[in-house]
């Protein structure tokens, strides 16, 4: 993550009194992390998928993640303004990525119980 937006998003999503949580991340997980292709699998996902698609995005493929929302057989993408940390609190598009969400899992979870 190398866009201006960075520090301001990372600081909306850190604690008000500082880093309560640590900073770090396993060794191990890097390799996993450059080496995931979801596009490659997602076609066999047999469970609902929202995918929820900021307007711009400096930090993640917006055209690899729209894929994903085609070839998931049922997969669903939730638009919503601003770019990638506009989605989390503090963000333009906090609520309605939240109010979505909810409307998605209370759908999903309401049809699996039928």
């Known amino acids: 993550m190398a866009s201006h937006e960075v520090m301001e998003?990372?600081?909306?999503?850190?604690?008000?009194?500082?880093e309560d949580w640590p900073n770090a991340i396993a060794a191990r997980s890097l390799l996993s992390i450059v080496t995931s292709?979801?596009?490659?699998?997602?076609?066999?996902?047999a469970k609902p998928y929202l995918?929820?698609?900021?307007?711009?995005d400096h930090e993640a493929s917006l055209d690899a993640?729209?894929?994903?929302?085609?070839?998931?057989?049922?997969?669903?993408g939730l638009r919503v303004e601003g770019g990638h940390f506009d989605l989390y609190k503090g963000g333009i598009s906090f609520e309605k990525n939240v109010k979505g969400q909810l409307r998605f899992l209370r759908r999903v979870l309401s049809d699996s119980h039928q």
Do not use: D, F, I
């Open 51 to 56: 995918v929820v698609l900021p307007t711009w």
């Open 65 to 76: 993640a729209e894929e994903c929302v085609r070839r998931a057989p049922l997969g669903e």
């Open 37 to 45: 292709r979801p596009l490659l699998h997602v076609h066999k996902s």
């Open 9 to 18: 998003g990372w600081s909306r999503l850190a604690p008000e009194r500082g």
